[in-house]
């Protein structure tokens, strides 16, 4: 998961640095936040510095810090020949110095992001009109009254099983599409790191799957069991939307096939978002009717 290695080239003037663009950079260092990041970085460096085993940086190991950049981002790691490990301060300090460009799609206009660019109000406003969109399909799929029955219910679970598996798979490239605090101009406050968010859901999605098929297709458990895991399904769908979406207004990667060396992930096209926000109105639909809809047996099932 590592594909390239960038030390930090420091001489008196400048920080060149290989960014996630896969471009080369240089700051100055009167006016660079890099540069200025990097001073109490090597301070804290100098007492307390982390040996990077298995990792084949070879020479590089006297070098600190060094930049990673690896298909979700730019990540900051710290390597010397003396070994210890760096105490959890000062990764934290570290951490919160860097924080702001490990993800570059939290920048305006990432990569061509429209919506991202707008002002403020009108990110809210895109953000409303999206989840309108998606609430208006979803509704009008489930006006249809279809009844998936027990196989549909079957399949949904098993989709969201292996949802459910990729969420711990590709961990990494789930958080991507976590939308960073103050997302759609100032609306998403929502608390918990981006870890945290793809672990719950993982976990939930893994639940949820396993509690359709029980309840369905395999009759483990009574078939109410079934019709509260698609509710609750339901609502953990409508919960992560705002990650689809993020994902479509700030062209942030999220999970999929690995970049070549030094390559960026490949942008998702705007009728690719489209084409994601009808599947999921769709799959909103499935899962209402999996816990509301058909099954004339369900009493005596129950």
Same mark, same amino acid.
């Given at each position: 998961?590592?594909?390239?290695?960038?030390?930090?080239?420091?001489?008196?003037?400048?920080?060149? !640095?290989?960014?996630?663009?896969?471009? @080369?950079?240089?700051?100055?260092?009167?006016?660079?936040?890099?540069?200025?990041?990097?001073?109490?970085?090597?301070?804290?460096?100098?007492?307390?510095?982390?040996?990077?085993?298995?990792?084949?940086?070879?020479?590089?190991?006297?070098?600190?810090?060094?930049?990673?950049?690896?298909?979700?981002?730019? @990540?900051?790691?710290?390597?010397?020949?003396?070994?210890?490990?760096?105490?959890?301060?000062?990764?934290?300090?570290?951490?919160?110095?860097?924080?702001?460009?490990?993800?570059?799609?939290?920048? #305006?206009?990432?990569?061509?992001? !429209? *919506?991202?660019?707008?002002?403020?109000?009108?990110?809210?406003?895109?953000?409303?009109? *999206?989840?309108?969109?998606?609430? /208006?399909?979803?509704?009008? *799929?489930?006006? =249809?009254?279809?009844? !998936?029955?027990?196989?549909?219910?079957?399949?949904?679970?098993?989709?969201?099983? =292996?949802? &459910?598996?990729?969420?711990?798979?590709?961990?990494?490239?789930?958080?991507?599409?976590?939308?960073?605090?103050?997302?759609?101009?100032? =609306?998403? @406050?929502? #608390?918990?790191? #981006?870890?945290?968010? /793809?672990?719950?859901?993982?976990?939930?999605?893994?639940?949820? &799957? =396993?509690?359709?098929?029980?309840?369905?297709?395999?009759?483990?458990?009574?078939?109410?069991?079934?019709?509260?895991?698609?509710?609750?399904?339901?609502?953990?769908? *409508?919960?992560?939307?705002?990650? $689809?979406?993020?994902?479509?207004? $700030? $062209?942030?990667?999220?999970?999929?096939?690995?970049?070549?060396?030094?390559?960026?992930?490949?942008?998702?096209?705007?009728?690719?978002?489209?084409?994601?926000?009808?599947?999921?109105?769709?799959?909103?639909?499935?899962?209402?009717?999996?816990?509301? $809809?058909?099954?004339?047996?369900?009493?005596? @099932? !129950?």
């Amino acid at each position: 998961f590592l594909p390239v290695m960038s030390p930090f080239m420091s001489c008196s003037t400048c920080t060149r !640095v290989s960014c996630c663009t896969g471009t @080369r950079v240089m700051w100055c260092s009167s006016s660079s936040k890099v540069s200025s990041a990097l001073t109490p970085a090597r301070s804290l460096l100098s007492s307390k510095r982390r040996v990077l085993t298995g990792l084949g940086l070879g020479a590089h190991a006297q070098l600190s810090p060094l930049l990673v950049r690896t298909p979700v981002g730019l @990540r900051l790691v710290c390597a010397s020949k003396g070994g210890g490990d760096m105490d959890s301060s000062a990764g934290s300090e570290l951490k919160s110095e860097f924080d702001e460009w490990t993800r570059p799609w939290e920048a #305006p206009g990432y990569r061509g992001a !429209v *919506i991202s660019a707008l002002p403020e109000n009108q990110q809210k406003i895109a953000f409303a009109a *999206i989840s309108a969109g998606i609430s /208006v399909g979803t509704a009008l *799929i489930c006006a =249809l009254s279809l009844d !998936v029955g027990d196989v549909g219910a079957g399949v949904l679970g098993a989709l969201y099983i =292996l949802g &459910g598996v990729a969420h711990f798979a590709v961990f990494d490239q789930y958080t991507t599409i976590v939308p960073h605090e103050g997302a759609f101009g100032g =609306l998403w @406050r929502v #608390p918990g790191t #981006p870890a945290f968010q /793809v672990t719950w859901t993982g976990i939930a999605e893994l639940a949820g &799957g =396993l509690g359709l098929i029980a309840g369905g297709p395999v009759h483990a458990v009574p078939h109410v069991v079934g019709r509260i895991s698609g509710f609750a399904l339901f609502v953990l769908t *409508i919960a992560i939307t705002p990650a $689809n979406i993020y994902a479509a207004t $700030n $062209n942030a990667p999220g999970p999929g096939p690995p970049p070549e060396d030094g390559e960026l992930p490949p942008l998702v096209e705007p009728s690719g978002h489209v084409g994601r926000a009808v599947a999921q109105c769709v799959l909103l639909a499935a899962l209402w009717s999996a816990a509301f $809809n058909g099954c004339d047996d369900c009493v005596t @099932r !129950v």
